[in-house]
Nanobody, 119 residues
Framework: QVQLVESGGGLVQPGGSLRLSCAAS????????MGWYRQAPGKERELVAR???????DYLDSVKGRFTISRDNAKNMVYLQMNSLKPEDTAVYYC?????????????WGQGTQVTVSS
């Protein structure tokens, strides 16, 4: 079994910054992709940013230039540095990882962390 635990959410004023962290633990041989998704009330969950094991990244257009995703492969961790936050960034942010356990590859989700951008 694999667990993903997020941290770093909270309340921040517009223009502020937050750094989200996600730690993966358990039966992990390797992790192909790690990413951050978000879901605002009444909206579908959307991909915010993802990073593959080789380091390539993809971002939601609305966060390009403001958010940066990074990962520490040795620690099985992924981070999301969020700068210049806007009220429309308010959502529950979820970590996702495509984990290889040696005999099986499947996605896992964290429990989510709330990010609220408000004055």
């Amino acid at each position: 079994q694999v667990q993903l635990v997020e941290s770093g959410g909270g309340l921040v004023q517009p223009g502020g910054s937050l750094r989200l962290s996600c730690a993966a633990s358990g039966s992990i041989f390797s992790i192909d992709m790690m990413g951050w998704y978000r879901q605002a009330p009444g909206k579908e969950r959307e991909l915010v940013a993802r990073i593959i094991s080789g380091g390539s990244t993809d971002y939601l257009d609305s966060v390009k230039g403001r958010f940066t995703i990074s990962r520490d492969n040795a620690k099985n961790m992924v981070y999301l540095q969020m700068n210049s936050l806007k009220p429309e960034d308010t959502a529950v942010y979820y970590c996702r990882a495509q984990v290889n356990s040696g005999y099986l590859s499947r996605p896992y989700w964290g429990q989510g962390t709330q990010v609220t951008v408000s004055s």
